[in-house]
DNA sequence: TGTCTAATTAGCCACCCGTCTAACTATTGT
DNA sequence: ACAATAGTTAGACGGGTGGCTAATTAGACA
């Protein structure tokens, strides 16, 4: 969960996974919309990954990268899980 | 958002937090939960006070410490846009 | 086999982060 | 005024982070 947050605490990094929620894009795609050389960028696709908030498959030359949304739902999960524990203290479970 | 996620990023601190979510606490009370110095505490509230995501209140001697989940809540907005955004390809709103 | 393109990996550097000890501030009580 | 208690602030230190350039890998194509 570290590293979860970790990654999304990076404004360039939520961008890129702002991007890759209108759907799959390619590295180089994703670069261009940066003014940060190559190899910046593909540090932050490693710590997206890392974290799997995003995937990746190669396709030919290209490497094309996409959301996963399963870790950013266990994001939410954990915050609203602090929220309800927050407003609900009079009988909530355990 | 920046702050919030980097300060979310750190296991102690979010082990505050969800201590604070059973209530207001003290700054040595919640110290005392953990095996760390009172100054690595005190940064701790530090960071978390700067990202809003809690709030204090001196009393006597004492300084408590209280959740504040509006913040929280934006995050968990921030998160679930992106899901919402990624799932809803398809004729969502913008 | 070369060579071009897409992208990552390696190595470097300045800055930030989490922790500690030591010193300081604020409040209570004698 | 002095001492005790709760907590923060200051300064140092090792390890991590985000950026760069240069070198390397992987695939396409002649």
Redesign the interface.
Known sequence: ???V??A????TR?EI??L????EKTAGELASKFDMTKPSMSHHFAVLKDAELISSRREGQQIWYS?N?TV??E??A???D??E???G?RSKRK
């Open positions: 969960m570290d590293i947050f970790k999304l605490s990076d404004p939520r996974l702002r890759l929620s209108q759907g959301l949304t950013a739902q994001a939410i954990w915050v609203m602090l929220v524990r927050s407003s203290k």
